[in-house]
């Protein structure tokens, strides 16, 4: 069965600095991996998809990279703003299914 | 303008009630999804359908019923069954390219429910 770990589960930050948030899985049988935010009370908001046979993505500030073999993902965002605040969760579709498999999220807070 | 909506925002029920919950996209996709959300857990899956007239349970699907009539709506139900049914509920779509590595899952704002 796989599972999707994120550490830490918070982290607090001041403004300006550039951070990396991870993300593990046990089964390198996947399909994708995708970073998403989640603001209090609000849906989650899809910020980058990495395929299978993809490294990394890149959007603005935020790269995420995946390694299959380790199972692992990390999300890095640059020159961070209280704007970024928020829980960014990550998941992964499983090889054979349409299926989403979640970690709990990191909660993020940047310190003007 | 495309996109996922959810109603209500915000559903209170007695206990012993069934209620409803609605999902409408506009994008066109084939799949869609319910997922619940507790604190301090991951989200949980309780249905999912890839296509009209077609659905498939999740992990988590007891106490709960969907259906898909229409591609652009799939209402979930929370049935008197579930016994634990105060939840936040998310709602999601994909295009369903079955076995592709480029499906990303698209989702709704969401329903706080809570049972009194």
């Known amino acids: 069965k796989q599972e999707v770990t994120q550490i830490p589960a918070a982290l607090s930050v001041p403004e300006g600095e550039n951070l990396v948030l991870n993300c593990s899985f046990t089964?390198?049988?996947?399909?994708?991996l995708q970073w998403f935010r989640q603001d209090p009370g609000k849906g989650l908001t899809s910020l980058l998809l990495?395929?299978?046979?993809?490294r990394e993505q890149t959007s603005g500030r935020l790269n995420a990279s995946l390694d299959k073999s380790s199972g692992r993902s990390t999300l890095y965002i640059a020159a961070s703003q209280p704007g970024d605040s928020a829980t960014y969760l990550c998941?992964?579709?499983?090889?054979?299914?349409?299926?989403?498999?979640f970690g709990k999220g990191t909660k993020l807070t940047v310190n003007p | 303008d495309g996109g996922i909506t959810q109603s209500p925002k915000y559903l209170f029920r007695k206990e012993g009630q069934n209620v409803t919950l609605s999902c409408e996209q506009n994008?066109?996709?084939?799949?869609m999804y319910w997922y619940r959300q507790d604190p301090g857990q991951g989200l949980r899956l309780i249905y999912y359908?890839?296509?009209?007239?077609?659905?498939q349970k999740g992990d988590i699907a007891e106490g709960y019923s969907v259906s898909r009539e229409k591609k652009e709506s799939f209402p979930l139900t929370v049935t008197s069954a579930q016994k634990n049914p105060t939840a936040f509920y998310l709602c999601?779509?994909?295009?369903?390219?079955?076995?592709?590595?480029?499906?990303?899952?698209?989702f709704g704002p969401g329903t706080r429910l809570t049972v009194l």
């Open positions: 359908s890839q296509i009209v007239n077609d659905f």
């Open positions: 990495i395929q299978s046979s993809q």
């Open positions: 998941a992964v579709t499983q090889g054979g299914s349409e299926k989403l498999v």
């Open positions: 994008l066109n996709h084939d799949a």
């Open positions: 089964d390198s049988a996947i399909y994708n």
């Open positions: 999601a779509s994909s295009i369903n390219a079955l076995g592709s590595s480029y499906n990303e899952q698209f």
